[in-house]
C-alpha cells in the first residue's frame, strides 16, 4: 500500500473538487424547507459510492430522511469493516457571524491551516471526514488494495437525534453484521499530535416552557403584579448550578464514574496550553466545575448549558411589554454510566418542582443517547493506532471526547462490535458554528491513512 500517498497527490485536486460540490447542497435535516436537499445529498453519496467500488448501493427509505448503505463482500472469511457517517448538516444560524457564505464553499490559509481550509457548513461535520472514507475506498479497489469486506451507513438525521437509524440497526441486524465499526466524527490534538477518542459523552436534550398570564401584558399596568416568566425561567435556570459550578439537580451525579488519579494523569499528558485555549476563544479566563482541569471538565465531567433561550419583544427599538411566556432549549452532556432516559426525568421532576406560584412550566424531551468507551487493547484500536503511526509517524495518543454520538452505544447493544473513532479535525474547526472549516492537509491525510486500517485489521484478525 506505499502508492496510496502518490494516489492522494495525483487525484487530490479531484477529491477536493467532490467534497466542495457536496458541500454546496444544504442538507439541513433540522428544517424541513431543505427537505429537496437533503434527499439530492442521499443521492449524491450514493453516487459517489457507486464509482468508489461499491457492488451494491441502495438508498433505504425511513419514517424520515434515509439512509445510504452500500458494501462491497469480497470474501465471507474475511473480516468485515462497517463504515458509518452522515450527510446532514447543523443549521448555518447566524448567517451575519460568516465570513462568507455557509454553502458557497471557498479556501483560505489559517494559522492552524497554513495549506488551506474548506469553510463551509458541514465542511467537518461531517460531510468532509465522511467523505475520507469514500476515497479511501475508491483508492483500494482502484488499485486491488482492499483486505477485507466493507459496508457503509450513512445517514441523513444524525444531526437531530438519529431516531430512524436506530429503528434501521435493529431491524436490518444481518445486513449490518460486522466485525468492527468505523467512525470518522470526531477530531485529534493537533496536526503534529494525533490521536484517537476512545469515550464520547451522552446527552440529553430538552426544551422547557414557562407561562405566566394569559397573554402579554403592559409592563407598566401589570409590572409588579404579576410573575413574569422570562424573569422566572432565567431565576430557575441559574439555580441549576450552585457556587462550585456543581449542578444542583438531585441525583444527577449518583452514577458519575470518578476517574482515578492515574487515569487522570495519563489525560494530563497530552499537550495542552491554556494560554493559546483562551487566545482562540477571545476569552480572559476559563470557567467551570471546581476541582478540575479545563480538559477533564470537557470530557470526563457531565455538563449542564442552555443552548437558546426567548421570549417577549426581540424586534428594533422598544415594546413595554410583560410576555405571557418565555422558552428555553438545555443540553446535558453525560458521562458513561449515565442513562440519558433517567437524567432527562431527574431534569424533569427538578425544573417543575422548582417553579414559584404564579407559572406553570412543561419540560418537552427531544433527543438523547448513552456515553461510550472503548478500550485500547482490542483489534481495533490497534490496528487504527498503527495506522496512525505509519501516516503521521508518531503514535496517537488515547482522549475522552466531549461530544456525543447517540447512535456508538446502540451499534454496541444492538451489532455487538466495537466502535473505532477516528478523526481528523480540529478542535478550532468551528463545527456547528459560524465559519466551519476542515483543513485541506487533514482531509488528504484521512484518506491516506484510512487504507492502513483496514489492512492492519485483517492482519490482526487473522492472528
Given at each position: 500500500m506505499?502508492?496510496?500517498?502518490?494516489?492522494?497527490?495525483?487525484?487530490?485536486?479531484?477529491?477536493?473538487?467532490?467534497?466542495?460540490?457536496?458541500?454546496k447542497?444544504?442538507?439541513?435535516?433540522?428544517?424541513?424547507?431543505?427537505?429537496?436537499?437533503?434527499?439530492?445529498?442521499a443521492?449524491?453519496?450514493k453516487?459517489?459510492?457507486?464509482?468508489?467500488?461499491?457492488?451494491?448501493?441502495e438508498?433505504?427509505?425511513?419514517?424520515?430522511?434515509p439512509?445510504?448503505?452500500?458494501?462491497?463482500?469480497?470474501?465471507?472469511?474475511?473480516?468485515?469493516?462497517?463504515?458509518?457517517?452522515?450527510?446532514?448538516?447543523?443549521?448555518?444560524?447566524?448567517?451575519d457571524?460568516?465570513?462568507?457564505?455557509?454553502?458557497?464553499?471557498v479556501?483560505?490559509?489559517?494559522?492552524?491551516?497554513?495549506?488551506?481550509?474548506?469553510?463551509?457548513?458541514?465542511a467537518?461535520?461531517?460531510?468532509?471526514q465522511?467523505?475520507m472514507?469514500?476515497?479511501?475506498?475508491?483508492?483500494?479497489?482502484?488499485?486491488?488494495e482492499?483486505?477485507?469486506n466493507?459496508?457503509?451507513?450513512?445517514?441523513?438525521e444524525?444531526?437531530?437525534?438519529s431516531?430512524?437509524?436506530?429503528?434501521f440497526?435493529?431491524?436490518?441486524?444481518?445486513?449490518?453484521k460486522?466485525?468492527?465499526?468505523?467512525?470518522?466524527?470526531?477530531?485529534?490534538?493537533?496536526?503534529?499530535?494525533?490521536?484517537?477518542?476512545?469515550?464520547?459523552?451522552?446527552?440529553?436534550?430538552?426544551?422547557?416552557?414557562?407561562?405566566?398570564?394569559?397573554?402579554?401584558?403592559?409592563?407598566?399596568?401589570?409590572?409588579?403584579?404579576?410573575a413574569?416568566?422570562i424573569?422566572?425561567?432565567t431565576?430557575?435556570?441559574?439555580?441549576l448550578?450552585?457556587?462550585?459550578?456543581?449542578?444542583t439537580?438531585?441525583?444527577?451525579?449518583?452514577?458519575?464514574e470518578?476517574?482515578?488519579?492515574?487515569?487522570?494523569?495519563?489525560?494530563?499528558?497530552?499537550?495542552?496550553?491554556?494560554?493559546?485555549?483562551?487566545?482562540?476563544?477571545?476569552?480572559?479566563?476559563?470557567?467551570?466545575?471546581?476541582?478540575?482541569?479545563?480538559?477533564?471538565r470537557?470530557?470526563i465531567?457531565?455538563?449542564?448549558?442552555?443552548?437558546?433561550?426567548?421570549?417577549?419583544?426581540?424586534?428594533?427599538?422598544?415594546?413595554?411589554?410583560?410576555?405571557?411566556?418565555?422558552?428555553?432549549?438545555i443540553?446535558?452532556?453525560l458521562?458513561?454510566?449515565?442513562?440519558?432516559n433517567?437524567?432527562?426525568?431527574l431534569?424533569?421532576?427538578?425544573?417543575?418542582?422548582?417553579?414559584?406560584?404564579g407559572?406553570?412550566?412543561?419540560?418537552?424531551?427531544?433527543?438523547?443517547?448513552?456515553?461510550?468507551?472503548t478500550p485500547?487493547?482490542?483489534?481495533?484500536?490497534?490496528?487504527?493506532?498503527?495506522?496512525?503511526?505509519?501516516?503521521?509517524?508518531?503514535?496517537?495518543?488515547?482522549?475522552?471526547?466531549?461530544?456525543?454520538?447517540?447512535?456508538?452505544?446502540?451499534?454496541?447493544?444492538?451489532?455487538?462490535?466495537?466502535?473505532?473513532?477516528?478523526?481528523?479535525?480540529l478542535?478550532?474547526?468551528?463545527?456547528?458554528?459560524?465559519?466551519?472549516?476542515f483543513?485541506?492537509?487533514?482531509?488528504?491525510?484521512?484518506?491516506?491513512?484510512?487504507?492502513?486500517?483496514?489492512?492492519?485489521?485483517t492482519?490482526?484478525?487473522?492472528?
Open positions: 506505499n502508492d496510496i500517498s502518490s494516489y492522494v497527490q495525483t487525484h487530490k485536486e479531484r477529491f477536493i473538487n467532490e467534497l466542495i460540490e457536496l458541500l447542497i444544504p442538507s439541513i435535516s433540522a428544517d424541513s424547507a431543505y427537505k429537496k436537499d437533503v434527499l439530492n445529498t443521492e449524491a453519496v453516487d459517489s459510492l457507486l464509482k468508489a467500488g461499491c457492488e451494491h448501493v438508498v433505504c427509505e425511513t419514517a424520515g430522511y439512509i445510504v448503505y452500500g458494501e462491497k463482500m469480497i470474501d465471507p472469511n474475511l473480516p468485515t469493516v462497517l463504515v458509518y457517517g452522515h450527510y446532514d448538516v447543523q443549521p448555518p444560524d447566524p448567517l457571524l460568516w465570513h462568507s457564505p455557509p454553502f458557497e464553499p479556501i483560505k490559509a489559517t494559522e492552524l491551516h497554513p495549506d488551506g481550509a474548506i469553510f463551509a457548513r458541514g467537518c461535520d461531517d460531510k468532509g465522511m467523505y472514507h469514500v476515497k479511501a475506498m475508491e483508492f483500494m479497489t482502484a488499485n486491488q482492499l483486505p477485507c466493507v459496508k457503509f451507513m450513512i445517514e441523513g444524525e444531526e437531530v437525534g431516531e430512524n437509524l436506530g429503528v440497526v435493529k431491524a436490518n441486524q444481518e445486513k449490518l460486522n466485525d468492527v465499526i468505523l467512525i470518522s466524527d470526531t477530531g485529534m490534538i493537533a496536526r503534529d499530535v494525533p490521536s484517537i477518542t476512545t469515550g464520547l459523552r451522552g446527552l440529553s436534550y430538552v426544551e422547557v416552557e414557562v407561562t405566566g398570564p394569559n397573554r402579554d401584558l403592559h409592563s407598566g399596568l401589570y409590572g409588579g403584579a404579576v413574569n416568566p424573569n422566572v425561567l431565576k430557575m435556570i441559574a439555580s448550578h450552585d457556587e462550585n459550578k456543581h449542578i439537580i438531585p441525583g444527577f451525579y449518583d452514577k458519575v470518578e476517574l482515578g488519579a492515574e487515569e487522570r494523569a495519563e489525560m494530563a499528558k497530552a499537550p495542552f496550553s491554556l494560554e493559546a485555549y483562551q487566545k482562540a476563544l477571545d476569552i480572559d479566563a476559563v470557567y467551570g466545575e471546581e476541582g478540575y482541569t479545563t480538559n477533564e470537557n470530557s465531567r457531565p455538563t449542564l448549558d442552555v443552548n437558546g433561550i426567548w421570549g417577549g419583544y426581540t424586534g428594533e427599538g422598544a415594546k413595554t411589554v410583560i410576555a405571557s411566556k418565555a422558552y428555553a432549549k443540553s446535558m452532556r458521562v458513561p454510566h449515565q442513562d440519558w433517567e437524567i432527562t426525568d431534569f424533569k421532576s427538578h425544573f417543575e418542582s422548582i417553579a414559584p406560584a407559572v406553570t412550566v412543561k419540560v418537552t424531551p427531544h433527543h438523547g443517547g448513552q456515553g461510550y468507551v485500547i487493547n482490542n483489534i481495533g484500536y490497534q490496528a487504527a493506532s498503527k495506522a496512525y503511526e505509519q501516516t503521521f509517524g508518531t503514535t496517537p495518543i488515547p482522549q475522552r471526547s466531549g461530544g456525543s454520538i447517540p447512535i456508538v452505544s446502540l451499534f454496541e447493544e444492538e451489532l455487538g462490535s466495537k466502535t473505532i473513532l477516528m478523526g481528523f479535525g478542535d478550532s474547526d468551528a463545527i456547528h458554528s459560524p465559519n466551519e472549516h483543513g485541506v492537509w487533514n482531509y488528504l491525510k484521512g484518506i491516506e491513512t484510512i487504507p492502513w486500517f483496514y489492512k492492519y485489521f492482519e490482526l484478525y487473522q492472528q
